[in-house]
């Protein structure tokens, strides 16, 4: 996840104080964990990775068996449980979960479609005392009920931020920008301030399969490009003023070295101390610091991989599954630098994006460790032209007087 609010304020607070706060990288005790609890959902949505439907699902860990590895998480220094589906608000049990998260000190996030979250839901869900609750939007009503193939999902999701804001609870909006729906971008952001919704988490599209050199002027990528520099306005917009806006990004960690060309553009003598922040942030965490446990128990790198099973919390502790770098992924995952090819081994900002998102690279090429298709940054931006071998580094930009 890229916390792009939180490297905004540093620039603001460097705008007003003269100097940027010295990096101060700390290891997290272990990954965060997204668990889906679930597979059944009341929605069958276009883009749905998990392929929920209104179902039940056989095999599901049931209730001992996930305070049995909630007990193992806690112990292996996971601080964060993002509790997701399927629609988690399905599981009988959820709430009796949650409430064991809660008693054990974890971070716990619910991430749901917000269709079923009535008054008396949303009750139980601010009784609850979730730190963070995510509710998906994919545009405006008539694309976001296209989307959830469901006439009015839109205005009940909707509801229910407003009944979870009237209550208290930190809410999120959660956008997965499509061909289809990037046009709603702006609205939805807008939505978010009026609605006084505390966070706005911007999920890419996997683009893939595009060309190296012109990736800049790329239909596609160029519309990746002006979503990302939208955002990039809002949080500094936000910055600035002192709102209290959390925007973040998932799934493409070349927004890392796009963001410092932004900073180029508009703080140039911030450039350098922000790239060290950036380097700090080190990245693509898929298999180091984020896992997800399925609804079988199966544990993968992260909620992408779930065609890649690294074991299950029946056979082997998650403590034991995660630690083992015999598995040829893992390794890979955890190796320092990753071993990448292509363009992703040339690339100036590997340092900052750690390759970008693997699965992709699977899913196209077979080959995990392939250059990143879904990189938007042309090869003029990340320092490599035609024949380039290894990765190079250009001049460092001047750190200009103020």
Same mark, same amino acid.
């Given at each position: 996840?890229? /916390?792009?609010?939180?490297?905004?304020?540093?620039?603001?607070?460097?705008?007003? +104080?003269?100097?940027?706060?010295?990096?101060? =990288?700390?290891?997290?005790?272990?990954?965060?964990?997204?668990?889906?609890?679930? !597979?059944?959902?009341?929605?069958?949505? =276009?883009?749905?990775?998990?392929?929920?439907?209104?179902?039940?699902?056989?095999?599901?860990?049931?209730?001992?068996?996930?305070?049995?590895?909630?007990?193992?998480? #806690?112990?292996?220094?996971?601080?964060?449980?993002?509790? +997701?589906?399927?629609?988690?608000?399905?599981?009988?049990?959820?709430?009796?979960?949650?409430? &064991?998260?809660?008693?054990?000190?974890?971070?716990?996030?619910?991430?749901?479609?917000?269709?079923?979250?009535?008054? +008396?839901?949303?009750? !139980?869900?601010?009784?609850?005392? @979730?730190?963070?609750?995510?509710?998906?939007?994919?545009?405006?009503?008539?694309?976001?009920?296209?989307?959830?193939?469901?006439?009015?999902?839109?205005?009940?999701?909707?509801?229910?931020? &407003?009944?979870?804001r009237e209550r208290g609870v =930190?809410?999120?909006? /959660?956008?997965?920008?499509?061909?289809?729906?990037?046009?709603?971008?702006?609205?939805?952001? *807008?939505?978010?301030?009026?609605? *006084?919704?505390?966070?706005?988490?911007? +999920?890419?599209?996997?683009?893939?399969? !595009?060309?190296?050199? $012109?990736?800049? #002027?790329?239909?596609? @990528?160029?519309?990746?490009?002006?979503?990302?520099?939208?955002?990039?306005?809002?949080?500094? *917009?936000?910055?600035?003023?002192? /709102?209290?806006?959390?925007?973040?990004?998932?799934?493409?960690?070349?927004?890392?070295?796009?963001?410092?060309?932004?900073?180029?553009? &508009? @703080?140039?003598?911030?450039?350098?101390?922000?790239?060290?922040?950036?380097?700090?942030?080190?990245?693509?965490?898929?298999?180091?610091?984020?896992?997800?446990?399925?609804?079988?128990?199966?544990?993968?790198?992260?909620?992408?991989?779930? $065609? %890649?099973?690294?074991?299950?919390? &029946?056979? /082997?502790?998650?403590?034991?599954?995660?630690?083992?770098?015999s598995e040829p992924l893992m390794?890979?995952?955890k190796a320092h630098p990753r071993?990448?090819?292509?363009?992703?081994?040339?690339?100036? %900002?590997?340092?900052?994006?750690?390759?970008?998102?693997?699965?992709?690279? *699977?899913?196209?090429?077979?080959?995990?460790?392939?250059?990143?298709?879904?990189?938007?940054?042309?090869?003029?931006?990340?320092?490599?032209?035609?024949?380039?071998?290894?990765?190079?580094?250009?001049?460092? @930009?001047? %750190?200009?007087?103020?």
């Open positions: 996840m890229f /916390r792009i609010s939180q490297f905004m304020r540093l620039i603001a607070d460097a705008e007003r +104080s003269g100097s940027m706060a010295p990096v101060r =990288k700390t290891q997290p005790s272990g990954p965060v964990v997204i668990w889906n609890l679930i !597979r059944r959902c009341n929605l069958t949505c =276009k883009h749905c990775y998990a392929l929920s439907a209104d179902h039940d699902y056989a095999g599901e860990l049931g209730h001992d068996e996930v305070c049995t590895v909630m007990d193992d998480l #806690k112990a292996f220094g996971v601080p964060v449980l993002i509790l +997701s589906g399927g629609e988690p608000l399905l599981r009988p049990d959820l709430f009796d979960i949650a409430a &064991r998260a809660k008693a054990k000190r974890f971070y716990v996030g619910l991430s749901t479609n917000g269709t079923l979250i009535d008054t +008396s839901m949303a009750d !139980r869900v601010a009784a609850a005392g @979730f730190n963070y609750v995510g509710i998906s939007l994919d545009g405006l009503a008539e694309t976001h009920d296209k989307f959830r193939r469901l006439n009015g999902a839109f205005a009940r999701s909707l509801a229910a931020v &407003r009944l979870l =930190k809410v999120g909006l /959660r956008f997965t920008m499509t061909a289809l729906n990037a046009h709603d971008l702006p609205a939805l952001l *807008q939505l978010m301030r009026d609605e *006084q919704v505390d966070k706005f988490y911007f +999920s890419h599209l996997n683009y893939a399969g !595009r060309g190296n050199i $012109h990736r800049a #002027k790329d239909a596609q @990528f160029a519309a990746t490009r002006d979503a990302l520099d939208l955002l990039f306005d809002r949080a500094w *917009q936000a910055a600035w003023e002192g /709102r209290e806006e959390e925007y973040v990004t998932g799934n493409n960690d070349a927004d890392g070295p796009y963001l410092l060309q932004w900073v180029q553009r &508009r @703080f140039p003598y911030w450039h350098d101390p922000l790239r060290a922040h950036l380097v700090a942030w080190g990245g693509n965490s898929s298999g180091v610091n984020v896992a997800n446990i399925d609804n079988l128990g199966n544990v993968h790198p992260d909620t992408m991989w779930w $065609h %890649h099973t690294l074991g299950n919390v &029946r056979e /082997r502790a998650f403590s034991e599954i995660w630690s083992d770098v390794a890979g995952l071993p990448v090819q292509g363009r992703c081994a040339k690339c100036l %900002h590997f340092d900052i994006c750690a390759g970008n998102t693997r699965v992709r690279a *699977q899913q196209v090429t077979g080959n995990p460790w392939a250059e990143d298709p879904g990189c938007y940054l042309d090869d003029a931006e990340i320092g490599i032209w035609p024949g380039t071998t290894a990765r190079i580094a250009l001049t460092p @930009f001047a %750190h200009a007087a103020r």
